[in-house]
């Protein structure tokens, strides 16, 4: 064959057989297959030494492909070409070749040791050049998991249990004693896939070491398994600070424990599968200890992440995505791995007696979000991007270019190992909090307190730095009053009925996480200066002390703090003169035994019902300090004189008419005052009812 290279200075090179699936269910597969020389560096994987068999055309992202190579400081693990003389073998390769470039797939394999990769080189380059694929020893499944996560910026936690999140000890249970505790029944797989029976409870009483204590019980055959598992403090916490940031951390858990014995702990530290849920056990629960081994063997990120079989060779392989294992063990996972493991304090309690107070978790969580924030924001994000594509460009720089010697593979995998080196430290745990920082020792001085989780920026308010803003956030800003020349009012009444109105519809926790003063009647002590009641006011349920509750909704204030006051229309005049005239009261409806459940409050609903019930008379002589200030009704207590500051809805308009700014305790009550005594002692009885009811009393 014409350019046909002669590979007489090659460091190496490996007659085999490439093998596709069809081929091998046929009836003569010993002598199927197409012989070819795969040439292959020192550096190469060392599956691409061997018969490949089971070749099928699937589709791969070629860029996941090559970063994975890269970030295991490799490029293609070998290229594939034809054995001089081989004319036969020569055309069967070419077709192979063609019909996956046209097709835009691969020719993949499951070797026990990795899955092997053919990407097809361009069909008139590999013409000239005697080479048809460059062949990548890779697993797939990490592949195609790492390119997902990455695309979700998301970070692979991979959380150990023993002596991490849980202590577990072998106990019995006295026999008196079985049925007092109520036990759930469920069904585990050990790692034969056999279904076993178990079965857990919570045990009553608290432990000094622990916020939740569990025993759990199955047979082996005939031997019983019944443990009694504290679990670490600080894990609810941490569980819910993974459950609210899903879209960030995907959560693995790898364990030197048996199968059923990982599902049992699991089903006790994430009931309701917030963060794996049962569908997804078998790909994110995995043991290192399965029946078919001695002993529990190490963990390696392929494991660690349910991407590879624990009993198959290890070979080591990174994960190109950013992960962190947290463990209590330095000899857990294999050596190579030992730069993505987060040490958290051991713990023991059963034989230390001593345990954390929930630090160590809580610690381990603000380390996360640190790592998330270094590895996949828009720096880090960057950077997989630029290795992508430099890993991508190299592959097609050697599908297209014709090669000068298969030598030059030796020199691309170079290139690779410089750049995958640079890659790959920019992502790991040691990286990115140094030597010092991936220890998390137990001490409470750097503890996290409990708060709320992360909110994106962007979200939050500028003035109360709230997700929303709540009532009385500055950002939101007050009605300016209107135009116009305002009678004086002394600076002291004024700053106070500024803030009476600013702490309408406020509770006491928005005014503490805003920085601003308690409203009246709330949970806090009020500020003095502000209208306070007598002690004649204690019969209503309303203390001059500190209060202890709030004597109704703050819904049912005007509506929200903000809300525009509407004066009372001309016909309210006729409220004012009648009140001044004191005008008989009708018996009140008795208090409702609930505070109203309408929007609007109890206050602004009597000054509507006056309007009505006075009719549509244009007659002026409307007097806010009359409403302000109403005859004690009949079927009410007394209440006291209480001098207190004009709210803003007292306070004169510009725009009345100077009848209405003089008008006091005038007398008489107009012409059609007498026919609609009743509506006003009913609505006068209203007011004073609600202005208990809205604590302005």
């Not at 963990?299 to 294992?325: E, F, N, R, W």
Request: net charge negative.
């Amino acid at each position: 064959m014409a350019g046909l290279l002669a590979p007489t200075h090659l460091t190496a090179f490996t007659n085999t057989r490439l093998v596709t699936k069809e081929e091998l269910d046929s009836d003569e597969a010993y002598f199927s297959g197409t012989v070819v020389r795969l040439f292959h560096s020192p550096d190469s994987h060392p599956a691409v030494r061997q018969t490949l068999q089971g070749l099928v055309q699937r589709r791969v992202s070629l860029g996941a492909l090559a970063v994975q190579a890269l970030v295991n400081k490799r490029g293609p693990d070998g290229v594939v070409g034809v054995i001089p003389g081989e004319e036969k073998h020569s055309a069967r390769l070419l077709q192979l070749c063609r019909q996956c470039h046209e097709a835009g797939e691969v020719l993949a394999c499951s070797l026990p040791s990795a899955d092997m990769v053919l990407v097809p080189r361009l069909p008139e380059t590999a013409e000239k050049d005697g080479l048809y694929f460059l062949a990548y020893a890779t697993n797939l499944r990490a592949v195609e998991l790492c390119e997902r996560l990455r695309q979700q910026k998301q970070v692979a936690l991979v959380l150990d249990l023993d002596n991490t999140l849980v202590d577990a000890v072998s106990c019995t249970i006295a026999p008196n004693d079985w049925d007092l505790l109520d036990w759930r029944y469920v069904l585990v797989t050990n790692s034969y896939g056999r279904q076993i029976r178990a079965q857990y409870a919570q045990l009553p009483g608290g432990d000094p070491y622990s916020d939740d204590v569990w025993v759990m019980h199955w047979k082996v055959g005939r031997i019983n398994c019944t443990f009694k598992v504290r679990v670490r403090r600080g894990w609810d916490d941490l569980r819910d600070f993974l459950a609210q940031n899903a879209d960030k951390y995907a959560v693995f858990v790898c364990s030197k424990g048996k199968r059923e014995y990982i599902q049992l702990l699991w089903l006790m530290l994430d009931p309701h599968g917030q963060l794996i849920p049962e569908s997804d056990w078998d790909a994110r629960l995995t043991s290192t200890y399965p029946d078919t081994l001695a002993q529990a063997a190490n963990k390696s990120a392929l494991t660690a992440l349910g991407c590879y079989d624990i009993t198959k060779p290890h070979v080591p392989t990174q994960v190109a995505v950013p992960m962190m294992c947290l463990d209590d063990s330095t000899e857990a996972y294999e050596p190579e791995y030992e730069h993505s493991i987060m040490y958290v304090q051991e713990y023991r309690p059963s034989d230390l007696l001593q345990a954390d107070n929930g630090n160590v978790l809580r610690q381990a969580r603000g380390r996360l979000e640190a790592f998330w924030t270094a590895t996949s924001t828009s720096d880090g994000t960057f950077a997989w991007q630029a290795a992508q594509s430099f890993a991508v460009a190299l592959m097609k720089t050697m599908q297209r270019n014709p090669m000068g010697s298969p030598d030059d593979l030796s020199y691309l995998q170079v290139r690779c190992a410089k750049q995958g080196e640079a890659l790959w430290h920019q992502f790991t745990v040691r990286e990115v909090f140094g030597e010092d920082g991936v220890f998390i020792p137990d001490d409470p001085s750097r503890d996290i307190p409990r708060r709320s989780y992360v909110t994106p920026e962007a979200l939050l308010c500028s003035a109360c730095q709230l997700p929303e803003c709540k009532p009385g956030c500055p950002a939101l800003g007050v009605a300016p009053p209107p135009a116009g020349p305002a009678a004086p009012i002394p600076a002291a009444a004024a700053a106070a009925a500024d803030e009476l109105a600013f702490s309408e519809g406020r509770s006491s926790e928005d005014s503490v996480l805003l920085g601003l003063p308690s409203p009246t009647c709330s949970v806090l002590p009020p500020l003095s200066g502000l209208h306070r009641l007598s002690t004649g006011a204690a019969s209503f349920g309303c203390s001059d002390a500190s209060p202890t509750a709030e004597p109704a909704p703050k819904q049912q204030r005007l509506g929200g703090w903000d809300a525009p006051v509407e004066p009372p229309s001309p016909a309210a005049a006729r409220g004012s003169q009648a009140l001044s005239a004191a005008a008989p009261a009708a018996p009140a409806p008795a208090p409702a035994a609930n505070p109203v459940s309408s929007s609007e409050s109890a206050l602004a609903a009597a000054l509507r019902s006056i309007s009505k019930g006075l009719g549509d008379d244009e007659e002026e002589g409307w007097s806010p300090r009359a409403l302000a200030a109403p005859a004690p009704s009949s079927s009410l207590p007394a209440l006291p004189a209480v001098t207190r500051p004009l709210a803003p809805w007292e306070r004169p308009r510009a725009d009345a008419p100077a009848a209405v700014a003089a008008a006091g305790s005038g007398s008489g009550g107009g012409a059609g005052s007498g026919g609609s005594s009743a509506a006003l002692s009913a609505a006068l009885a209203n007011i004073s009812k609600g202005l208990f009811e809205d604590g302005l009393l």
